[in-house]
């Protein structure tokens, strides 16, 4: 397993992370199989997207649009429960095919990394996980 670590700039971001994952899959020599990715914390998220000009910023308001705002409940700090729940249900993780050393992405696709809460440095755990 391999860390990536992405220092975000604002409190709610879309970084395109495609170019790192395929820089750890080239120093592993990583031929074909399956690259997992994972974000280990419960304020991000992890999918892939389309980043046209102006898309990013269409998805974060899309995305805040769809939580209510209600009494929230959280002890710690009831201000970033959206921000929670926006990590749940765009999920932590995403899972690419690997052939021939590249990620197998649609022409438009980026893996993206959704920052709910930030600015902060978040951790990704990107796993290779060889064709057998």
């Not at 879309?14 to 170019?19: E, L, R």
């Not at 749940?88 to 050393?101: F, R, Y």
């Not at 649609?106 to 959704?114: D, H, I, K, P, S």
Request: proline residues 8%; aromatic residues 6%.
């Amino acid at each position: 397993m391999q860390t990536l670590t992405v220092q975000t700039q604002r409190e709610k971001q879309v970084v395109d992370i495609t170019p790192e994952i395929g820089r750890i899959i080239r120093q592993q020599g990583f031929k074909d199989g399956v690259c997992h990715i994972f974000v280990t914390h419960t304020t991000a998220a992890l999918s892939t997207a389309d980043l046209d000009p102006g898309t990013d910023l269409d998805m974060l308001d899309a995305f805040t649009t769809m939580i209510p705002a209600l009494n929230y409940r959280h002890p710690h700090n009831p201000a970033h429960a959206p921000d929670h729940i926006l990590a749940t249900l765009v999920g932590p993780s995403v899972a690419v095919p690997v052939e021939g050393g590249r990620l197998v992405l649609g022409t438009w696709q980026r893996v993206v990394l959704f920052e709910f809460d930030g600015p902060r440095r978040r951790q990704i755990a990107v796993t290779l996980l060889p064709e057998q």
